[in-house]
């Protein structure tokens, strides 16, 4: 942090099931809320959210949590930030006109620039860029029991909408190949419990990944292919976090925090997550790094 000193904490887990060892560090360590972590495109920098300064802002800080620098400066709320893949720019929703709508930030200049959307009934969530830059994938939440997974291009054109049917569909995340998305949802449950699906951008090869009993959410593909991380909460206990491989099989849990775990990002080099974890009485965004 700047002008100050950064408290890392470290805590390593063995993973049973592989043996593997995973190593925590809280890298923003501060009494608000730091949430929704992920590393730009280069690995050096980090955008997360944070309501540090009375509501939700989006900040920066290095790799290592150093240097956090607040990004957007409102009285309105800025969630959710996530980059393109030029490192240049990321993408973030606000309700600075009243409802929340899809804005696009420059890191350099600080400019921010309202993204056009296809008239659709709902409020974008969780938006996100293809890995080309070419294509965003959001949430388009009508309430909290309905939300469609929605494809619209650079210009704001209307390409695909892959879950109009009812239930809630949240959190896409995009294949490496940009071929595919996760996602999760709860129509198959009856409204219940969510779970995690896989499908292509035609809408076709719809595949559940999970058939726990309760809610499986926020899944994240790993940029060399080969992995999922997402949360896992069951009835009466906190989210921890676990990874599986790309056909729903073989999952294991990494995460063992008394307060959960939320929200994994995976680092360029498929190595590290951020996940946010609840510790000493607020939200950190949080390092785990898997150990050889």
């Known amino acids: 942090m700047k002008n100050g000193l950064i408290s890392m904490v470290f805590m390593t887990i063995a993973c049973a099931v592989y043996g593997q060892q995973v190593q925590e560090t809280i ?8 949430r929704y972590g992920s590393y730009s495109p280069d690995g050096k920098h980090i955008v997360f959210e944070s309501d540090r300064d009375g509501n939700w802002e989006i900040y920066r800080m290095d790799a290592t949590g150093e240097n956090q620098e607040r990004l957007t400066k409102s009285d ?9 893949p030029n490192g240049k720019k990321v993408l973030f929703e606000s309700n600075r006109n009243g409802r929340f709508e899809l804005y696009e930030l420059y890191i350099r200049t600080k400019k921010i620039k309202k993204l056009s959307l296809p008239p659709l009934e709902g409020e974008p969530m969780f938006a996100r860029y293809s890995p080309d830059g070419k294509t965003i994938a959001y ?10 997974i929605v494809l ?17 569909s ?3 995340s995009w294949s490496p190949q940009g071929d595919a998305l996760l996602f999760f949802s709860r129509h198959e449950t009856n409204n219940e419990d969510d779970e995690i699906y896989s499908i292509n951008l035609d809408g076709s090869g719809l595949d559940r990944l999970t058939h726990w ?21 069951m009835e009466g206990t906190r989210p921890e976090i676990y990874v599986m491989d790309t056909k729903g099989q073989n999952e294991f849990r990494i995460t063992y925090n008394e307060d959960g775990d939320t929200l994994p990002n995976w680092s360029g080099d498929s ?7 609840y510790r000493n009485g607020n939200f950190e965004i949080c390092e785990l790094t898997f150990l050889d």
């Open 27 to 34: 890298l923003s360590n501060h009494p608000g809320q730091d």
């Open 76 to 84: 309105v709320e800025n969630r959710r930030p996530s980059w393109h």
């Open 139 to 148: 949430s388009n939440k009508k309430s909290d029991q309905e939300a469609e």
């Open 152 to 168: 619209v291009d650079r210009k704001g054109r209307l390409l695909a909408s892959l879950t109009n049917n009812g239930f809630r």
């Open 170 to 172: 949240f959190y896409p």
């Open 213 to 233: 009993p309760k809610h499986n959410f926020c899944p994240a593909w790993s940029p060399d292919g080969k992995k999922i991380a997402y949360v896992t909460s």
């Open 271 to 277: 190595k590290r997550l951020l996940v946010t974890g």
